[in-house]
Each structure stands twice: as C-alpha cells, then as structure tokens.
C-alpha cells in the first residue's frame, strides 16, 4: 500500500470534509464511474487518485489527463489511440489513453469541455467497455474504472444542450460534491501549517516557527477564492519571504500583483478619442456640457485643490486620502462591501485588502440587503 500513501495528502478536520472522505471510502470499492464536482484547487485530482488507491484496482494503472488542454481531434486520438495511417504521420497503431489503462482506473479532469463527438464514444465505453481507434473499424474492448471531474453545473449544460444527458447519467453513478475551502474554516490553518513546513523542507530551514496571530487571523479572514491552491501558494511566498526559521512569518501577502508600481491598462487612443467625444447629434465642434468637466459628484479633487503645504508626507498624505475617500463610500453604500467596491471601481477582494489594511472591517457587511 505504500504506493496509496505516497497519493493521499488530502488533509483536514472539518465536518464537510470528513464527509466527502466518507463517501469516497464508500464508493472507491465498486467497479463504478464516479463524477467529482468542485471549484478550481479545490483537490479534485487527489479524490480522484484516492478513489483509485482504495479500490481493488490499486496496484494497476492509475492515469489521469486534462481534457481542457487538447483540442477535439488530439482528445480523441489520445484517448481512444488510432490506426496506421488514420492521419497525415501516423506511421503506426498507437493505443490510447483507456487501452493503456485496462484494468485499472482513468482520471479525466474538466470533462465540461470535451465535445459532442468525445461524449458520444465515451457513452460507448461506459455502456459496453468498447470503442474504436481512430481511422479503425475493429472494436476494442476494455475494462477500466471512469473517473470523470468538472468545475461546471453539468445538469444546467445538460438542460441546455452543452452536454449529453445520458453521458451525464451514466457518469452520475454517485457524485462527489467538494466543500469551497471559504467552507472549511476549521481547516485552514491545519492546511498552512503542514504547506508551510513543507516549504520550510524544501528551502533547508531548521525549522518552522509557525505564524502569528495576525497572519492567521489573515488567514481566517480571507475568502480563498482559489480555495486550497491557492493557500498553498500564499503560504509557500510567507514562508521563503520571511526566510528566518526562528521568525514567526507575520507578513501574509494575499495579492503578489499589488504594488504602486503596477501597470495599469492602456487605453488605446481611438478609445480615448471615442470615449471623450460629445454624446450628443450636435456639431462636433460644440461645447462639453458643464457637467462634464464641474459634476460636483466627482471624486477625485486634482491636486490644486487639497489644502497642504510643503514639506510633506507624501505616503501618510496618501493613506489619509484612501481612509477617507473609502469611509465615504462605505457610508454611501450603507456599509455594505459589495456595492462599496462597486462605488470604487474594486473588486470585493481588492476591497477587502483595503479594509483590512486601515482596519475598517468591523460594522461593514459582505452581502447585499
């Protein structure tokens, strides 16, 4: 069993996630296609593999392959292999993906994407364990244990035509449903604990001295929108950053991307033009309404406006004017987060930085009325 163990890492504490371990200790025995639902980096890949290594078929032929990576013709042939001369270079017969795994189980991950035509032969292979090599006419049968992941609301792509619903009910033998990690709030740290010391290894630290109380509140606090991936890498960048294995990592960068110096988007001057041309059927040559240059809702004051004198501190002048402008906006938006970074042209997470940067989170609210 020492191959299983090498596969599952899959940690965590939680109620949701002792569930999902549950079901997958359940359904791994039978010879049965298994469908697996998550967010992205939420570990389908490790229920898959674990599913595999708790079968009977642990000790044959694990493969795995993302099917949003090729397009619909190169899908086909690795999967189901082709013939001599099938195509331009096809010198010889070359098995596939499901031949290649007889016997053991197939892993295919973002199955939402495959085609018509790719569902259709692997309705064929579930229904009767048999299907065709590319350019060929002799069918080929196989035994192998389909398991099949997506990010996507299959059944709505089903009602709408995007996927086939019969492939659908045949994969949904059972379907494992994996919790955000938003949802596993008991599990968050125990995650970065074992991501951080495995960096720590990694970069040849004595030790890991473990976070303080700020960083994990950091942690707990955050949405983790890319889930258990994502944790990984903000907690592998703490770690190498903080480079001292008998120094707490306390700086917790959620946003690699944030710097005052980041580019922002150019405007390519046809936009420009377009964008600050008159809205109005008057001549061209007609005045901007006052509106537009003195609307008195206007935010951003220019500079011969604000009252200070020289010398100054430029930084603290600029977290001042930030502090405001977002307590404003807060106020206007009744606190509420959401419409506040609308107000401000953010994203909730861009939003939530800020918030928690000037300690402004408390009395504010996530969701809308």
């Known amino acids: 069993m020492s191959r299983f163990r090498q596969q599952d890492n899959l940690l965590g504490q939680s109620n949701s996630f002792l569930e999902v371990l549950e079901q997958i200790s359940q359904i791994a025995p039978l010879n049965k296609p298994v469908l697996i639902i998550g967010e992205r980096g939420t570990g389908k890949e490790l229920v898959a593999a674990r599913l595999h290594y708790l079968s009977k078929r642990w000790d044959q032929t694990y493969l795995k392959l993302n099917c949003a990576a090729l397009s619909e013709s190169l899908l086909e042939s690795e999967l189901f292999g082709y013939e001599a001369g099938a195509f331009t270079g096809a010198q010889k017969r070359r ?43 002799k069918s080929v049968k196989v035994d192998v244990r389909l398991v099949a992941a997506t990010n996507e609301d299959l059944p709505s792509l089903a009602d709408s035509g995007e996927f086939r619903a019969d492939l659908l009910d045949r994969l949904a033998f059972d379907v494992i449903t994996l919790p955000p990690l938003r949802e596993r709030q008991e599990d968050i740290l125990l995650l970065a604990e074992h991501f951080a010391i495995n960096m720590a ?8 001295s473990g976070f303080t109380e700020k960083a994990k509140r950091t942690l707990l606090d955050y949405d983790w929108p890319g889930n258990i991936r994502e ?14 294995p008998h120094v707490p990592v306390h700086n917790i960068i959620l946003d690699p991307f944030e710097s005052i110096y980041r580019p922002t988007k150019r405007i390519k001057t046809a936009d420009r033009v377009s964008s600050s041309a008159p809205a109005s059927s008057e001549s061209p040559n007609a005045p901007i309404a006052q509106s537009d240059t ?51 042209s953010l994203t909730y997470h861009q939003l939530r930085g800020y918030l928690k940067k000037y300690n402004l989170l408390e009395n504010t609210t996530e969701d809308a009325e």
């Open 95 to 137: 098995e596939g993906r499901f031949e290649v795994a007889h016997n053991g189980t197939l892993f295919l991950d973002e199955l939402a994407n495959t085609s018509g035509l790719i569902q259709e032969k692997l309705l064929r292979v579930i229904e009767y364990g048999e299907f065709e090599r590319v350019g060929g006419s």
């Open 201 to 208: 290894r990694e970069l040849e630290m004595e030790l890991f």
């Open 231 to 244: 944790l990984k890498n903000v907690v592998e960048r703490a770690v190498y950053r903080c480079n001292n």
């Open 294 to 344: 003195h609307n008195s809702d206007r935010i951003a004051p220019s500079a011969g406006e604000l009252n200070f004198t020289f010398p100054v501190d430029l930084k603290q002048l600029s977290q001042d004017y930030e502090i405001d402008m977002i307590k404003k906006a807060l106020a206007d938006s009744q606190f509420n987060q959401k419409k506040t970074a609308e107000k401000l």
